[in-house]
């Protein structure tokens, strides 16, 4: 059954979805994006959030036919999950700031949150966004050595991880280095000191060009 032809119809359309999975009035917090295929199916995406709460925002995707799928399940564990990932922080004299952030993926499962931790876990449809901040001045060697044993740590896990590390503070540094760790089947063992002074050295390039084309504009 079609359940939406415009753009407007399918706005409402993908509130009123996420106000039936999770109790909660949405709102769209960034303007959505809306397709209409050839093939008659139409759909639209978008970040949304609680009227009453904006910075809890998440990502929604709907389609004429019925179908939905959004991050916003990721709320109901991210403080259980956040404290799992404090203690890789601790006891590393070389990380002078950290973040966590724990971001949802996209899931047409309706989750309650009466679910378990360990159920939410096992299913993975989440993932925890990791980055350290180093001190800068150092030489990439020394990076090197740091990322290998602060990656030494998260590889004692099974937790989806996104790793990220900056050479500066949280409000001004360059990223050396970012990796989803389980993608492709990673092992720590792939981390070789030579590969991570590459990554950093990549990394520098990347930030250089980002800055360059932001200033050409």
């Known amino acids: 059954m079609e359940t939406f032809k415009t753009q407007s119809e399918g706005e409402k359309y993908a509130l009123a979805q ?3 999975r999770y109790g ?3 709102v769209f917090v960034s303007e959505p994006y809306y397709k209409e295929e050839i093939i008659g199916l139409n759909w639209i995406s978008g970040d949304v959030a609680p009227k009453d709460a904006l910075d809890e925002v998440a990502g929604v995707y709907v389609t004429n036919t019925g179908e939905i799928g959004d991050t916003y399940h ?3 564990f991210r403080q259980e999950i956040e404290a799992l990932m404090e203690p890789f922080f601790l006891d590393k004299d070389y990380i002078q700031d950290y973040r966590i952030r724990i971001d949802g993926k996209q899931t047409t499962r309706k989750w309650t949150g009466k679910e378990s931790l360990e159920e939410y876990l096992e299913a993975g449809e989440y993932m925890a966004d990791l980055a350290i ?7 990439d060697d020394e990076y090197a050595d740091y990322i290998y044993d602060w990656l030494k740590g998260l590889y004692t896990t099974d937790y989806n991880i996104m790793a990220r590390v900056g050479e500066g503070t949280k409000d001004d540094c360059v990223m050396i280095f970012e990796q989803d760790l389980h993608q492709h089947d990673l092992t720590i063992e792939y981390f070789t000191h030579d590969r991570l002074v590459d990554n950093i050295e990549h990394g ?4 250089e060009a980002v800055k360059e084309a932001l200033e050409s504009e």
Do not use: D, S, V
Request: charged share 30%; no cysteine.
């Open 74 to 76: 990721a709320y109901y």
């Open 18 to 20: 996420m106000q039936k």
């Open 204 to 207: 520098r390039m990347a930030a």
């Open 24 to 26: 909660k009035e949405f």
């Open 133 to 139: 901040y180093l001190e800068p001045g150092k030489t």
